[in-house]
């Protein structure tokens, strides 16, 4: 069995350490199995979260939406995606039109093959990221954000990842790409698993091949982590 695990609000807090006690359980029950984590995020955030032990424990790590795959430690693939000037220019303009008052640096980050877009800003204290996070859920920022990128450039995919971000990136290098790359069946934990939600395209992809018979595939969408937990505890 390949078991792929989605990370911010899965295994952690969204940009959160991982709980120290799962840790311990998650690095044990990882043994001789295959592990792979698939995140809108980066290598060293992951890391700063799960911890290295963790993430060098995995058959395969695929950051930023599995544009960047990395195995024991080192890229192996990467798809490139540069920011453009007219998406600058849209991205600039939400900043402009959001109501959301208290801002941060970093609304925009290049990833590998991926942009990451905040309109508080990376680098906000937690305190504001909760308050933008709930506000979020009142307002959906993030949700017509993705909208209206898809629609003045159909040639790209936005979907909502964590807590205040979302992520872009060309049409159809989504998570769902990981299944190019993992040979067999497939236990999925991801939070983000609804239309719009960066889990969403490869739950949508197992869910097909689960129609068609074409592979086997469980599908766990979790609250937090400690659900993630829980579901293990019986694996
Ligand atoms: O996996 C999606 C996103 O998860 C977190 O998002 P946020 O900062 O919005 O809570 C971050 O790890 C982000 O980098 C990542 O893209």
Redesign the pocket.
Known sequence: MNYVF????TLTP??LPINKDFEKFFLDWMTNKDVYFV????KD??IE?IGDKVWLKATKSYQ??GNAIYQNGTLIKQKDFELTTPLKNLLDEFLLWSEWEERYPQNI?Q?IG?I?F?TIG?ECPQEA?EKY?EWDKQTQE?NTFCQIIQEKFPELEA?????????IYPKGQNKAQVLDDIIGPVTFFGD?CQPGG?DYPLVERLNKLNEENNLSATIYEVKNYEETWDILKRK
């Open positions: 989605d990370i911010d609000g969204s940009r995140t809108g995020s980066d955030k992951t979260q930023s939406c980050e990833r991926l990451n905040s990376r990221r996070g993030r979907t909502v990842g964590g807590q205040i971000s979302i992520d983000k960066n």
